[in-house]
Nanobody, 124 residues
Framework: QVQLVESGGGLVQPGGSLRLSCAAS????????IGWFRQAPGKEREGVSY????????YYADSVKGRFTISRDNAKNTAYLQMNSPKPEDTAGYYC?????????????????WGQGTQVTVSS
């Protein structure tokens, strides 16, 4: 069964840190490009970060650039999103997703397989 499972969410104080994980099962993650997305209540899902399968090049939304880091460990079949210095406006459900196509994109419609999400709340 092809599946992505996110974990690592929770409550974090502004300025703290949190690492989200995205574990793949039923398929080999290193064959795919990986995106992280988030969705806050009443808002559309937005792309946060992207890592390319071919060369590991990474891309970030302007809102998280310099604070978040995407990575992947192919040996563990897992991707990560390191969240440093989170802000209250980063509060959302976070989702990972995979894509085969070569174009770099953070449009949710371009991704095929999704995890169920993990909630991140940034609050003091």
């Amino acid at each position: 069964q092809v599946q992505l499972v996110e974990s690592g969410g929770g409550l974090v104080q502004p300025g703290g840190s949190l690492r989200l994980s995205c574990a793949a099962s039923g398929f080999t993650l290193d064959y795919y490009n990986i995106g992280w997305f988030r969705q806050a209540p009443g808002k559309e899902r937005e792309g946060v970060s992207y890592i390319r399968k071919t060369d590991g090049r990474t891309y970030y939304a302007d809102s998280v650039k310099g604070r978040f880091t995407i990575s992947r460990d192919n040996a563990k079949n897992t991707a990560y999103l390191q969240m440093n210095s989170p802000k209250p406006e980063d509060t959302a459900g976070y989702y990972c997703a995979t894509r085969v196509g070569i174009e770099t994109t953070l449009h949710p419609a371009d991704f095929r397989t999704w995890g169920q999400g993990t909630q991140v709340t940034v609050s003091s």
